[in-house]
């Protein structure tokens, strides 16, 4: 069963010729091989002729027994276009002229429809299937058992143990492989017969190649005019685009530089805006005005030009990078014009977090959005890499790019100070830097040329104002500092009374403070809670007069940090109130703070599944499974978590993600990737109407 010897080079042209990920199949594990047997003697039999048309299967799906805790098959109807896909990618069948036909594969598995043909068919053309059946060889091992040695044998970073599970699933449907108890599975001997003289690329061949030192395509005349360019000119990095990024990416095609090549080889020459429109839409299923918001991205990235009234073609650039055949000349281009793409590079050379290269963006002036795309493009491209979830880092690829490239030296973030305009106006300024002035001012009783304390006294109230309080300074001689209302959660109208307590020495005792003049405040005000801000507190006495009297202690730069988290997640006036509770408002607060990032991450990390599930497998996935591949992950989710944000988001009704199958069970339903751009979009759309009909409030 020991597999062949083969040299260094005959492996790695194995490994170059096989697919990285095998393409989805609609419906569940226990429809797979009659399903596929049924596609490819209909093709043979000539029915195929309509890739828009509906498959009528032979069998009823309905009736084919489900295998324990696999999806239930997708029993509606299904297109030839919907599974054409799969059979494109084990190259069983190709369409010509709208029609699909049968390659050798496809005919040598139409005269022979058994499990061992379509095995050796899956282990010829899929990366990883024989040698992940050879692991399992060994010995019964777990799927993550098998993930673990796939990865460090292989030195994969894929995000999740979907790649391994995928495979594993076909050779179990294959009867490769079978469950001995305890999460283990072992090869059977259909397995062992498949593997027995298989050519197969061991690690060393494979970690041999990644030690080199890249070799990267030399760039085109007109690829290197432009990046000269851009080298020569004072204002060329600012000059760079931050247009809004948009390219098609269905599930049956993700990549999506790939995509936007296809798109331009069609404008190679001059093309009619109707003409390429019409391309567009059909090769891609899209609504017409969805090209329309991709075209200003096209020209703006310097790859597609308008030659005459409503007639355009790919730029000289472009052109060069179509016939060159190499996708890193596309990203030389983007880097031309638009703004932190080989800053990008740059930025995750030792693996950051995403939100940390967000923060860099920024600098550059990209939102998170825009900076999504364009590390999709480096990830289509291999020039980044996702080492584990929520991070990036530069493959040596993509650092030996960046270091060709002209590069824009990391803007230098700049503050300027409050103005008392701006003090007084609170919706007129960012709420970055909020908590910065609540410190400083906290510690400035002089601040911005006020009276002693004012100038803070005006920074706690605007930061209630940022958390849609009704607040006012007050002041003045046996007056309380500010004052903030809110309606509790029944409606019920609710007041506090704030001292705002600014000290140069950086803290505050019981001296400074009147436990009688606040009680007179609560009792004039006919306030429920008080509290006492300012930059920290010294003393047993104070804290102690806290507790007795039910008052909340909160230094500034902390309270800060309160705000700026609260306003970025939405809370409500009536949560944030919380605070005010003691002894235990503030931990309630943060408490409350914590779980709704999460529940942020886990929507994240359910769309990060999806998206890896359209781009390796394309099947669709349960809760059960997102939150078991989570496992390894830092965020670890649960499956009561993974259902939460399906329902959440499936409330809104954005189409951000489809059902595939429902289930009594939630945790077994099974959800795909949708239009998840567009109902981000929709949600931002809402936002800003909301925004703007509140405006005045």
Request: glycine share 8%; with cysteine.
């Amino acid at each position: 069963m020991s597999p062949n010897t083969l040299t260094i080079s005959q492996q790695r042209a194995i490994w170059r010729g096989q697919a990285s990920s095998i393409p989805g199949l609609l419906g569940g594990k226990s429809t797979w091989l009659p399903l596929v047997f049924d596609l490819v003697k209909q093709i043979g039999d000539g029915r195929a002729i309509d890739l828009d048309a509906s498959v009528e299967l032979s069998f009823d799906m309905a009736e084919v027994d489900v295998r324990p805790g696999g999806a239930s098959p997708k029993v509606g109807p299904v297109t030839w276009r919907e599974y054409y896909g799969f059979l494109r990618g084990l190259r069983l069948a190709e369409a010509t002229a709208g029609k699909l036909d049968l390659t050798p594969a496809g005919l040598e598995l139409l005269s022979h429809p058994t499990a061992e043909c379509l095995s050796e068919i899956m282990a010829d053309r899929i990366r990883l299937f024989a040698e992940v059946l050879l692991i399992i060889a060994a010995e019964p091992r777990t799927v993550d058992e098998v993930d673990i040695q796939i990865r460090e044998r292989f030195g994969q970073s894929w995000r999740s143990k979907g790649s391994t599970r995928s495979r594993m699933d076909w050779q179990e449907v294959l009867g490769l492989i079978e469950a001995v108890g305890n999460r283990r599975w072992q090869v059977t001997p259909r397995g062992r017969d498949l593997l027995d003289g298989r050519l197969v690329v061991t690690p060393e061949s494979f970690l041999d190649e990644k030690e080199q030192i890249p070799n990267l395509p030399a760039v085109p005349a007109d690829i290197a005019a432009l990046l000269e360019e851009l080298a020569a000119s004072d204002r060329g990095h600012e000059a760079r685009s931050t247009y809004n990024i948009w390219v098609p990416s269905p599930v049956s095609a993700p990549n999506k530089v790939d995509n936007l090549r296809t798109i331009i080889n069609a404008a190679l020459e001059r093309i009619e805006r109707e003409e390429l429109f019409s391309f567009i839409c059909s090769t891609f299923d899209l609504k017409r005005s969805s090209v329309d918001s991709m075209l200003p991205f096209m020209r703006a990235a310097g790859i597609l030009s308008e030659i005459g009234r409503g007639v355009f073609q790919a730029t000289p650039a472009a052109r060069a990078w179509i016939e060159s055949g190499e996708d890193i000349n596309f990203i030389r281009i983007l880097h031309a014009n638009f703004r932190f793409v080989g800053e990008m590079i740059q930025a995750v050379e030792n693996d950051v977090t995403r939100n940390a290269m967000y923060a860099e963006a920024a600098l550059f002036g990209l939102n998170v959005d825009k900076s999504r795309w364009i590390a999709s493009f480096l990830l289509n491209t291999g020039l980044i890499e996702e080492p584990r979830y929520g991070s990036l880092k530069a493959t040596a690829r993509g650092l030996a790019l960046a270091a060709q490239l002209p590069l824009a030296d990391k803007p230098v973030a700049t503050s300027r100070p409050v103005t008392q305009v701006e003090a007084d106006h609170p919706d007129e300024r960012e709420l970055r830097g909020l908590k910065d002035r609540l410190t400083r001012l906290s510690r400035e009783p002089l601040g911005d040329g006020q009276v002693p304390g004012r100038a803070f006294e005006i920074a706690v109230r605007d930061a209630f104002l940022e958390l849609r309080f009704n607040a006012r300074v007050i002041g003045g001689t046996g007056e309380p500092d500010v004052v903030v209302q809110w309606r509790d959660s029944d409606g019920s109208t609710l007041k506090a009374v704030i001292e705002a307590k600014s000290r140069s020495v950086g803290h505050v005792t019981h001296s400074d403070v009147s436990d009688v003049a606040i009680e007179t405040h609560k009792g004039r005000y006919r306030a429920c809670c008080a509290a006492v801000i300012g930059p920290g507190f010294s003393g047993p006495t104070i804290k102690d007069m806290a507790i007795q009297r039910h008052w909340a202690l909160l230094d500034a730069e902390h309270f800060g940090t309160l705000v700026e988290e609260s306003v970025e997640l939405g809370l409500r006036p009536c949560e944030v109130a919380t605070l005010f509770q003691t002894p235990d408002g503030v931990v309630d607060l943060e408490k409350l703070i914590a779980s709704r990032r999460r529940e942020l991450d886990v929507v994240s990390y359910l769309f990060s599944k999806l998206v890896e599930e359209s781009g390796e497998s394309g099947e669709a996935i349960t809760a059960r499974d997102i939150s078991r591949d989570g496992r390894q992950s830092e965020l670890r989710p649960t499956v009561d978590e993974v259902v939460a944000a399906i329902g959440t988001i499936t409330r809104l009704q954005i189409g951000a993600l489809r059902q595939v199958e429902a289930s009594g069970d939630p945790k077994f339903s099974t959800y795909v990737l949708d239009d998840a751009h567009a109902g981000a979009s929709q949600l931002r759309a809402i936002a800003d109407a909301i925004d703007s009909g509140i405006g005045g409030v």
